[in-house]
């Protein structure tokens, strides 16, 4: 049996994510489903034993039904968040490698994802438009248009 690299503990949550950044014509691929107020990273919780790098992939592939190849790492992101929809309750802390994947030229999936039992549907948001939409991690609005050559780290606490 598989099992992400996390734990809640009393009020307290915690993941090791894997997340993609995915850019087709100017817009980025974000998923959404029908319990949550937001749109999120493509991504997931990185199984024990597995490479970030291959949880990615996996992950890419769940969510979209294409085969995506990694260009490289773009970001490390300590989250510390109060939870909502889902995690209502709860302080979480969560760790995300964010990998730039290539670009395949096309916006076309083949998506049939759900998570927990709710289907997710995949959205190309414009990336001069992303402070127009709920939509995390934030911190796209500011470095998907200026991304640098290494990778960087981010810490957002909304504590």
């Not at 014509?25 to 974000?30: G, K, Q, R, S």
């Not at 990185?46 to 992950?59: P, Q, Y």
């Not at 995300?96 to 709710?118: A, E, P």
Request: proline share 1%; hydrophobic share 35%.
């Amino acid at each position: 049996m598989e099992y992400d690299c996390g734990f809640t503990k009393e009020n307290g949550w915690f993941r090791y994510r894997a997340a993609a950044i995915i850019i087709e014509n100017e817009c980025v691929l974000f998923a959404k489903n029908d319990r949550d107020d937001y749109y999120y990273s493509i991504g997931g919780g990185v199984h024990i034993g597995e490479k970030a790098e291959d949880a990615v992939l996996r992950e890419v592939y769940e969510e979209t039904g294409i085969h995506y190849e990694i260009d490289r790492l773009a970001f490390i992101h300590e989250n510390f968040f109060v939870g909502s929809g889902s995690l209502e309750g709860y302080n979480c802390h969560e760790i995300t490698f964010y990998f730039l994947m290539k670009s395949r030229g096309t916006q076309k999936l083949n998506s049939n994802s759900f998570s927990d039992g709710f289907k997710e549907y995949m959205y190309w948001l414009p990336k001069n438009e992303l402070s127009k939409f709920k939509a995390f991690p934030t911190f796209f609005i500011d470095k998907i248009n200026n991304m640098q050559n290494y990778v960087e780290h981010i810490i957002t606490n909304k504590r």
